[in-house]
């Protein structure tokens, strides 16, 4: 271990991990082998990583989160922790976040500053699924108690107010959202939004000038 870090002493580590400097390590803490952690990482008390997993720096991983085999956390990234289940081949981009009590399969995307969200506006606590196969993109807000379906592609910035299909690929902020592509259905667009697009204006050519107007010389 390298330099300035502050590592529990029940940390318990796999073989061949790689540290770098000023990273904090509560009580309870395990992680597989094969993990290499950059710095100013903080893994809370009785967080679980698997094997062959990275953690780019300012990663924090709060208590209680379990994540699995070959996950890479990118520089940012904030998990929930409170039993939070993160399953293999998880990719967290830059600055994304999710909450506590999520659920997440095996193989998903978190797109950068993409964000899982945990809590209603009365404060009750409902945690997302997010099931195997999903990618969300960038920007991407999950609201409170969401089921992500497997295989659903979540847009760029798309907010969702609704459970996703499995198989379902959806953009858009307003609900309900656009629905691109449905797994067993043939290519079907529904603009959630026509009802807020005015009228297209026709240009008025009725109107002419009653009097020709010369600049004087």
């Not at 002493?9 to 309870?28: I, L, P």
């Not at 922790?81 to 997440?104: M, V």
């Amino acid at each position: 271990m390298k330099g300035m870090n502050n590592i529990d002493k029940s940390v318990r580590w796999g073989d061949y991990y790689r540290m770098g400097e000023f990273n904090v390590m509560e009580k309870g803490v395990k992680l597989g082998s094969r993990v290499r952690i950059h710095h100013h990482i903080v893994l809370e008390e009785g967080v679980l990583i698997g094997s062959d997993c990275e953690l780019l720096p300012f990663v924090h991983i709060q208590a209680g989160t379990i994540i699995g085999n070959s996950a890479k956390l990118g520089s940012g990234y904030r998990s929930g922790g409170n039993k939070e289940i993160i399953g293999h081949h998880f990719e967290a981009s830059c600055k994304s976040t999710t909450s506590p009590g999520t659920q997440i399969g095996n193989n998903v995307f978190l797109g950068p500053h993409a964000v899982i969200l945990h809590k209603n506006f009365n404060g009750e606590h409902k945690p997302c699924t997010i099931g195997n196969d999903v990618q969300i993109g960038a920007g991407a807000i999950i609201m409170p108690g969401i089921t992500i379906g497997e295989g659903a592609v979540i847009g760029a910035n798309a907010l969702i107010l609704r459970d996703v299909d499995p198989g379902e690929t959806v953009i858009g902020i307003v609900k309900p959202l656009q629905i691109i592509r449905g797994k067993y259905t043939d290519p079907v667009i529904i603009h959630a939004e026509d009802e807020l697009i005015p009228e297209t204006v026709e240009e008025d050519d009725s109107w002419t000038p009653t009097e020709e107007v010369t600049p004087e010389s």
